[in-house]
């Protein structure tokens, strides 16, 4: 299974991004997709998921409102469009793939991509 994140870059505080994560070698449309971040010197933290269908999504309560996760089965790829976005949601990104069909905790996701940093200046 291979994940490939892309679409970080610098930002000023009030921009948006989008993250795309393209994933083969796993029958993709079976799979919870999520994104977690990690900061300098901090552990790595959920972000968001998205159910296999897409039908199902949660969040972490720092980024309610000013993310949204979407996949496109067709595709293999998870999105994550961050807008509105904060000095405080400076870290790498990563995403990742969980062998069930929702799964919202670190520990439920099996393979990881490389990650791609996302820095938001103030």
Same mark, same amino acid.
């Given at each position: 299974?291979?994940?490939?994140?892309?679409? /970080?870059?610098?930002? =000023? $505080?009030? +921009?948006?991004? *989008?993250?795309?994560? @393209?994933?083969?070698?796993?029958?993709?449309?079976?799979?919870?997709? /999520?994104?977690?971040? =990690? $900061?300098? +010197?901090?552990? *790595?933290?959920?972000? @968001?998921?998205?159910?296999?269908?897409?039908?199902?999504?949660?969040?972490?309560?720092?980024?309610?409102?000013?993310?949204?996760?979407?996949?496109?089965? @067709?595709?293999?790829?998870?999105?994550?469009?961050?807008?509105?976005?904060?000095?405080?949601?400076?870290?790498?990104?990563?995403?990742?793939?969980?062998?069930?069909?929702?799964?919202?905790?670190?520990?439920?996701?099996?393979?990881?991509?490389?990650?791609?940093?996302?820095?938001?200046?103030?």
């Amino acid at each position: 299974v291979q994940l490939q994140a892309s679409g /970080g870059g610098l930002v =000023q $505080a009030g +921009g948006s991004l *989008r993250l795309s994560c @393209a994933a083969s070698g796993r029958t993709f449309s079976r799979y919870a997709m /999520g994104w977690f971040r =990690q $900061a300098p +010197g901090k552990e *790595r933290k959920f972000v @968001a998921h998205v159910s296999w269908s897409g039908g199902s999504t949660s969040y972490a309560d720092s980024v309610k409102g000013r993310f949204t996760i979407s996949r496109d089965n @067709a595709k293999n790829t998870v999105y994550l469009q961050m807008n509105d976005l904060k000095p405080e949601d400076t870290a790498v990104y990563y995403c990742a793939t969980a062998p069930r069909t929702i799964a919202t905790t670190l520990l439920e996701y099996d393979y990881w991509g490389q990650g791609t940093q996302v820095t938001v200046s103030s």
